[in-house]
């Protein structure tokens, strides 16, 4: 391979972002070193493995991702503005359609509802930490650097160009050459492990490490939801694993999995990929729905309506989520029986999302309501959300999927359910959770701005999206002739596309002027409102061991029942014990380089560099198998000093 | 943050041996599966039914092994052996969902009279129809 097919040329636009990502670089390694911030970069943050900081690091990530996700939507809006627009060619749109899907979905959603899930739920259920403290630094890393090494396809190599789903034979050799595609198969297949890790790591947190008192049945919603998706994650990603895998093997040593020669099966890579995806779905709105869940209840002021049926109705979807992937390739031509049985299941699992819509609202029916900022998102959730609800179960009749499938409309709607979805709640649940981890609110009034802002802008995008899919605009097309007529509903919905940016914009304004100017909190329940354990701590950033003393939980909304019998947060002194502590690691960081390398390698084919990556990653295996190390004790002085008791 | 006393290598001591085993046995049947696919002359059928043999006995080394299977719930809580016999029903259903489903799916409609198991020749024909997303049932 020459150096010139080795980065990517040729294109205004890239050279633009070599530009930019330099700067970026220099920047940073010089504001690093000026503030001789590298040891605080390093003890503080590369090598933690608490589980707030980890869960900072994942939120930040995700913010980036979304950026960057972003920018790919805009790029393509303001190809699709006009007719016959030559602002990208056919290439360079399918690349940036195939990030953007594939970023939003696996580097945005996931990580952002990780990171809050990190953050709240050992706080939430009591704990000091998740039950793996080092296994979710492995995870943060695997994530990371499969996001690093998938963004990387931009400038070397040529970015995958065959969808976020990749279909076979599209996604082969003969039709997907370069690394491109090896790019993505890597990239999802190093995440994919943190995910994986992450959902085993969690799934014993919860069942483990509940705080006294706290039975199943007394767990906050939120916590629920992230029990449940953890169950969906263990189950699902698997099967992503081996669907990758095999298709690396087609392409990388010409196995014939999903090739049309040699008795491949390409619609299998369909099967199984959806197989996977569409319990992917529900692991990124289980959260959703749970985080939505704590808001709405804690600005109703009323414990949440129909809990046991909120939880039941998640468990029931867990299993369910597994029963409907058909339904995103009804037109594989599958045959009556097939496609009227999973149009039928997908009909069913609407019931129990309706039964959830439902009980927000009876649990808002005659509460007290604060407008606040996270209000605001939930609120805008459930009625968007319907709109993507109700369009899903039109899509979910197979004889009318063949009228909408591949058009427009199927794009509105999954943007409805995933935005709506998805997104609003990570920045509800971001602002919610906001002063949890830095002990200071984003600023309301800014906030609001962003929620009215994005919404119009999301509506002002979408809706336009609807009518051209009815009027036949198939997706995944970089451009279309004045003669279709498509062009003033494309131009709205350019327009809207780019007022979710300004919001965006807005956004991180309201992240410096909250920092600048924002009152710093000086209680644990900085909403005043807290129903669960995350807001009885002693302070609004928790100290690294989270409690002191761990707490005793003896009704539904503990902090309630707290709040109701007058108990005294504040650890007494002869109650103060040495807690039990892991040592931080730089381990889990190094393993990531590690499978960087080897992911690099096999992107382009240099064995080589893949075996030494791989054997990389085994030696830090290896040292972590004999690591005597049984982490450390936090003296009794050091919990009196953090906690301000006086001797 | 288990404590320092429970942690696994003082429960267990010296080499899992265990573990050990059950990871070279794993190692054994996967390298038969590979020796019997390239280097027999078994036909098709023959050398499927083989390889599914030794995926099962994987799978079962492997519950065995390393998932903890035989251990008694005497020491456990009534909830945790709930929960490990929900797991693994949730397991095997979800194991026949993905099979079962995948084959019913790729066998059922068109994919019936559409297979890949054809030589070369008229595979290119093949090709074409199935590259044609938009076409309805053929019965």
């Given at each position: 391979?020459k150096?010139?097919?080795?980065?990517?040329t040729?294109?205004?636009?890239?050279?633009?972002?070599d530009?930019s990502?330099?700067l970026?670089?220099i920047?940073?390694?010089?504001?690093?070193?000026?503030f001789k911030?590298?040891?605080?970069?390093?003890t503080?943050w590369l090598?933690?493995?608490d589980?707030?900081?980890?869960?900072?690091?994942?939120?930040?990530?995700?913010?980036?991702?979304?950026?960057?996700?972003g920018?790919?939507?805009?790029l393509?809006r303001?190809?699709?503005?006009?007719?016959?627009?030559?602002?990208?060619?056919?290439q360079h749109?399918?690349e940036?359609?195939?990030?953007?899907?594939?970023?939003m979905?696996?580097f945005?959603?996931?990580?952002?509802?990780?990171?809050l899930?990190?953050?709240?739920?050992?706080?939430?259920?009591g704990?000091?930490?998740?039950?793996f403290?080092?296994?979710?630094?492995?995870?943060?890393?695997?994530?990371?650097?499969?996001?690093?090494?998938?963004?990387?396809?931009?400038?070397i190599g040529?970015?995958p160009s065959?969808g976020?789903?990749?279909?076979?034979?599209l996604a082969g050799?003969e039709?997907?050459?370069?690394?491109g595609?090896?790019?993505?198969?890597?990239?999802?297949?190093?995440?994919?492990?943190?995910?994986?890790l992450?959902?085993?790591?969690?799934?014993?947190?919860?069942?483990?490490?509940?705080?006294?008192?706290?039975?199943?049945?007394?767990?906050p919603?939120?916590?629920w939801?992230a029990?449940?998706?953890?169950?969906i994650i263990?189950?699902?990603f698997?099967?992503?694993?081996?669907?990758?895998?095999l298709?690396?093997?087609?392409?990388?040593?010409?196995?014939h999995?999903?090739?049309l020669?040699?008795?491949?099966?390409?619609?299998l890579?369909a099967?199984?990929f959806?197989?996977?995806?569409?319990?992917e779905?529900?692991?990124?709105?289980?959260?959703a729905?749970?985080?939505?869940?704590?808001?709405i209840?804690?600005?109703?002021?009323?414990t949440?309506?129909?809990y046991?049926?909120m939880?039941?109705?998640m468990?029931?979807?867990?299993?369910?989520?597994f029963?409907?992937?058909?339904?995103?390739?009804?037109t594989?031509?599958?045959?009556?029986?097939v496609?009227?049985v999973?149009?039928?299941?997908t009909?069913?699992i609407?019931?129990p999302t309706?039964?959830?819509?439902?009980?927000w609202?009876?649990t808002m029916?005659?509460?007290?309501?604060?407008?606040t900022?996270p209000m605001?998102?939930?609120?805008g959730?459930?009625v968007?959300f319907?709109?993507?609800?109700?369009?899903?179960?039109?899509l979910?009749?197979?004889?009318?999927?063949?009228q909408?499938?591949n058009?427009?409309?199927?794009?509105?709607?999954?943007?409805?359910v995933?935005?709506?979805?998805?997104?609003?709640a990570?920045?509800?649940?971001?602002?919610f959770?906001?002063?949890?981890?830095?002990?200071y609110?984003?600023n309301?009034?800014?906030?609001?701005w962003?929620?009215?802002?994005?919404?119009?802008?999301?509506n002002?995008?979408?809706i336009?999206?609807?009518?051209?899919?009815l009027?036949?605009?198939?997706?995944r097309?970089y451009?279309?002739?004045?003669a279709?007529?498509?062009?003033?509903?494309?131009?709205?919905s350019t327009?809207?596309?780019?007022l979710?940016g300004?919001?965006?914009?807005i956004l991180?304004?309201?992240?410096?002027?909250?920092?600048?100017y924002?009152?710093r909190?000086?209680?644990?329940d900085?909403?005043?409102?807290?129903?669960?354990?995350?807001?009885?701590?002693?302070?609004?950033?928790?100290?690294?061991?989270?409690?002191?003393i761990t707490?005793t939980?003896?009704s539904?909304?503990?902090?309630?029942?707290m709040?109701?019998?007058?108990?005294?947060?504040?650890?007494k002194?002869?109650?103060?014990?040495?807690?039990?502590m892991p040592?931080?690691?730089g381990?889990p960081?190094?393993?990531s380089?590690?499978?960087?390398?080897a992911?690099?390698?096999?992107v382009f084919?240099?064995?080589?560099?893949g075996i030494?990556?791989l054997i990389g990653v085994?030696i830090?295996l290896?040292i972590?198998?004999?690591?005597?190390?049984?982490?450390?004790?936090?003296?009794?002085?050091?919990?009196?000093?953090?906690?301000?008791l006086?001797? | 943050?288990?404590?320092?006393?429970?942690?696994?290598?003082?429960?267990?001591?010296?080499?899992?041996?265990?573990h050990?085993?059950?990871?070279?046995?794993?190692?054994?049947?996967?390298a038969l599966?590979?020796?019997?696919t390239?280097e027999?002359g078994?036909?098709?059928?023959?050398?499927?039914?083989?390889?599914?043999?030794?995926a099962?006995?994987?799978?079962?080394?492997q519950?065995?092994?390393?998932?903890?299977?035989?251990?008694?719930?005497?020491?456990k809580?009534k909830l945790?052996?709930?929960?490990?016999?929900g797991?693994?029903?949730?397991?095997?259903f979800?194991?026949?969902?993905?099979?079962?489903?995948?084959v019913w799916?790729?066998?059922?409609?068109?994919a019936?009279?559409?297979?890949?198991?054809?030589?070369?020749?008229?595979?290119?024909?093949?090709m074409?129809?199935?590259m044609?997303?938009?076409?309805g049932d053929?019965?």
């Amino acid at each position: 391979m020459k150096w010139d097919e080795f980065f990517v040329t040729g294109d205004p636009l890239i050279y633009g972002a070599d530009v930019s990502i330099g700067l970026t670089v220099i920047g940073i390694l010089f504001y690093l070193t000026y503030f001789k911030k590298w040891q605080w970069l390093w003890t503080e943050w590369l090598t933690t493995v608490d589980h707030k900081k980890l869960g900072i690091m994942y939120i930040a990530s995700a913010v980036l991702m979304l950026f960057r996700g972003g920018v790919d939507a805009l790029l393509m809006r303001v190809q699709l503005a006009t007719p016959d627009s030559k602002f990208l060619d056919s290439q360079h749109y399918n690349e940036i359609f195939t990030t953007h899907g594939t970023i939003m979905i696996i580097f945005m959603a996931m990580p952002f509802l990780i990171g809050l899930i990190n953050v709240v739920i050992p706080l939430q259920i009591g704990a000091r930490d998740v039950a793996f403290p080092y296994l979710n630094a492995v995870s943060f890393w695997t994530f990371f650097i499969g996001a690093m090494l998938f963004n990387v396809s931009f400038v070397i190599g040529g970015s995958p160009s065959a969808g976020w789903t990749s279909y076979m034979p599209l996604a082969g050799n003969e039709l997907s050459p370069g690394p491109g595609q090896n790019y993505y198969l890597l990239g999802l297949q190093i995440a994919g492990i943190g995910t994986l890790l992450t959902g085993i790591n969690f799934l014993v947190t919860i069942l483990k490490m509940r705080a006294p008192g706290m039975t199943l049945f007394r767990m906050p919603v939120f916590t629920w939801s992230a029990l449940i998706t953890m169950i969906i994650i263990v189950f699902a990603f698997p099967i992503l694993t081996v669907a990758l895998a095999l298709m690396t093997f087609d392409r990388l040593f010409g196995a014939h999995f999903f090739t049309l020669q040699g008795a491949g099966m390409d619609m299998l890579w369909a099967n199984l990929f959806w197989l996977w995806g569409h319990p992917e779905v529900y692991i990124v709105v289980l959260p959703a729905f749970g985080m939505f869940s704590e808001i709405i209840s804690t600005f109703s002021r009323k414990t949440i309506f129909g809990y046991k049926a909120m939880i039941w109705a998640m468990i029931i979807i867990a299993g369910y989520s597994f029963m409907v992937w058909v339904h995103h390739f009804f037109t594989m031509g599958s045959g009556e029986l097939v496609n009227s049985v999973f149009s039928i299941t997908t009909m069913i699992i609407g019931i129990p999302t309706g039964i959830k819509i439902f009980n927000w609202l009876f649990t808002m029916y005659k509460g007290k309501i604060s407008f606040t900022t996270p209000m605001l998102w939930s609120l805008g959730f459930i009625v968007n959300f319907v709109i993507g609800g109700v369009t899903g179960v039109m899509l979910a009749m197979a004889a009318a999927d063949y009228q909408y499938h591949n058009t427009y409309f199927l794009v509105a709607h999954f943007h409805y359910v995933l935005i709506a979805g998805t997104v609003f709640a990570c920045f509800a649940g971001l602002i919610f959770w906001f002063p949890k981890m830095f002990g200071y609110k984003l600023n309301e009034r800014i906030g609001k701005w962003v929620f009215w802002v994005f919404n119009i802008g999301f509506n002002v995008c979408f809706i336009p999206q609807f009518i051209l899919g009815l009027d036949g605009m198939p997706r995944r097309v970089y451009t279309y002739s004045a003669a279709s007529g498509w062009g003033n509903l494309n131009m709205l919905s350019t327009v809207g596309g780019f007022l979710m940016g300004v919001a965006f914009l807005i956004l991180v304004y309201n992240f410096y002027f909250s920092f600048r100017y924002s009152e710093r909190e000086n209680t644990g329940d900085s909403w005043g409102l807290g129903r669960t354990l995350e807001w009885s701590t002693t302070s609004a950033v928790p100290p690294h061991y989270n409690f002191a003393i761990t707490p005793t939980v003896k009704s539904f909304d503990p902090l309630i029942q707290m709040k109701r019998d007058n108990v005294d947060l504040k650890p007494k002194i002869k109650d103060i014990k040495k807690i039990h502590m892991p040592d931080n690691s730089g381990v889990p960081f190094f393993m990531s380089a590690f499978f960087f390398i080897a992911g690099f390698g096999l992107v382009f084919e240099w064995f080589w560099m893949g075996i030494v990556g791989l054997i990389g990653v085994f030696i830090t295996l290896i040292i972590r198998s004999f690591d005597p190390n049984e982490g450390y004790y936090v003296s009794e002085e050091e919990i009196k000093e953090t906690e301000r008791l006086t001797v | 943050m288990a404590n320092p006393q429970d942690s696994l290598s003082r429960e267990h001591g010296g080499i899992p041996w265990k573990h050990v085993i059950g990871y070279l046995l794993s190692i054994i049947l996967t390298a038969l599966a590979l020796w019997v696919t390239f280097e027999t002359g078994f036909s098709t059928r023959t050398i499927l039914i083989i390889i599914f043999i030794f995926a099962f006995l994987q799978a079962a080394l492997q519950l065995l092994m390393f998932m903890h299977m035989t251990e008694s719930s005497e020491k456990k809580s009534k909830l945790t052996g709930q929960t490990q016999t929900g797991n693994i029903l949730f397991a095997a259903f979800i194991a026949i969902v993905i099979v079962a489903g995948s084959v019913w799916v790729m066998s059922a409609g068109h994919a019936e009279h559409d297979h890949h198991k054809m030589d070369s020749k008229t595979h290119d024909m093949k090709m074409d129809g199935d590259m044609k997303m938009d076409h309805g049932d053929h019965k």
